[in-house]
């Protein structure tokens, strides 16, 4: 099954679409995305926004989810900011807190006033 996402005008993700693979082939056996376009583009009564995703991220980087922005110059599925200081990573197109969360096996939650890692007390 292909997986399609269908974007707003500001290429914000409003839903996914499960596709037939059959839908996907062209006239030589080969999957095609203009094609799964072309079949939605029918089954939607017209629109015409869609972008193909993937669960192994074998595309676009990242599986798009209702929220996540597309972005054509990185031709990728980017999730929504966390927080304010949180940078992209280039590589994945996913947010990362501007320093890494400790690895000592305690549990932490990211704390924006203070910009660091704070342990959660489960007490």
Not at 1 to 12: C, P, Q, R, V
Not at 72 to 97: M, N, Q, Y
Request: one cysteine or more; proline letters at 6%; aromatic letters at 14%.
């Amino acid at each position: 099954m292909a997986h399609f996402a269908k974007l707003n005008e500001n290429n914000i993700v409003l839903e996914v679409n499960v596709v037939h693979n059959n839908e996907l082939l062209d006239e030589n056996g080969h999957e095609s995305e203009a094609k799964g376009i072309a079949f939605l583009t029918v089954w939607s009564g017209g629109y015409t926004k869609w972008k193909q995703t993937s669960y192994n991220a074998t595309i676009r980087k990242n599986y798009a989810g209702v929220g996540y922005t597309y972005d054509a110059g990185r031709d990728s599925f980017i999730p929504p900011k966390p927080f304010a200081s949180w940078v992209l990573d280039e590589t994945t197109c996913l947010w990362k807190a501007p320093t890494p969360m400790p690895t000592d096996d305690k549990m932490y939650v990211w704390d924006e006033p203070t910009t660091s890692w704070v342990e959660v007390n489960n007490a």
